[in-house]
């Protein structure tokens, strides 16, 4: 059962550029979380989907940044108009489903670097 | 306050040593509580999940959670330098309430030949 893939690893954009990261959970898991781990920080929630819908994108920043979990396919984090201070690894977590006991399994992460 | 508090270190240990890793939180609502190895440029994995107050004990680790104290512990017996990486405390609310998992900044380990 392959873990959770997360392409591309590794990502340059310059300012003013688009990322599209993209994250397929694992197998049979309907749940999709990415976070932000800027240098020297720990990892930040930034939005939790299940197919089709956004159910806590509280982690957000209101401007540049959307995603999605289509019902095919990978789920996708964009970030349009990238500055600097996006650079960062951003990772991709799922879980089978909403239960007391469902663990969250990370991916290897998408490094971002804004020239 | 932040929500989850937590060591940076670099904590530096010879093998065989026990270590002790520590988080404080203050958000009461915090019902799961989780243990995380990072190695250098990859994904977090797994290493405790701990319900509500207690112990848990998996191997050389053992997972500690106190409640009443805000307060939960991560020991690792009989270090040894496979276990240098980053440790990150989490924790999340209880089922029903939001799923995402609030990390501390991780305390980098390191165990030493």
């Known amino acids: 059962n392959a873990g959770v893939m997360q392409n591309p690893r590794h990502l340059v954009r310059r300012r003013g550029q688009e990322a599209r990261l993209r994250c397929s959970p694992m197998k049979g898991h309907s749940h999709v979380y990415w976070y932000r781990q800027l240098p020297e920080e720990g990892l930040k929630f930034m939005v939790y989907l299940q197919k089709e819908n956004i159910i806590d994108e509280s982690g957000m920043p209101k401007e540049r940044f959307s995603a999605e979990f289509p019902k095919e396919g990978p789920s996708i984090l964009r970030i349009q108009q990238v500055v600097r201070g996006d650079s960062a690894a951003y990772f991709c977590?799922?879980?089978?489903?909403?239960?007391?006991?469902?663990?969250?399994?990370f991916g290897p992460g998408t490094r971002l670097t804004v020239l | 306050q932040k929500e989850v508090e937590q060591d940076p270190g670099p904590l530096s240990v010879p093998e065989g040593a026990i270590v002790s890793l520590n988080c404080t939180y203050s958000?009461?609502?915090?019902?799961?509580f989780m243990w995380y190895r990072q190695y250098s440029r990859k994904g977090p994995e797994l290493l405790m999940y701990?319900?509500?107050?207690g112990n848990k004990e998996d191997g050389r680790f053992t997972a500690q959670v106190d409640k009443s104290s805000k307060y939960i512990s991560l020991f690792i017996r009989d270090s040894q330098p496979s276990d240098s990486a980053t440790y990150l405390c989490a924790m999340r609310g209880a089922q029903g309430g939001s799923e995402k998992l609030v990390f501390g900044k991780g305390t980098k380990l390191t165990v030493n030949p």
């Open positions: 977590a799922s879980s089978p489903q909403q239960g007391a006991d469902d663990e969250q399994f």
């Open positions: 701990t319900y509500s107050s």
């Open positions: 958000n009461s609502a915090f019902q799961y």
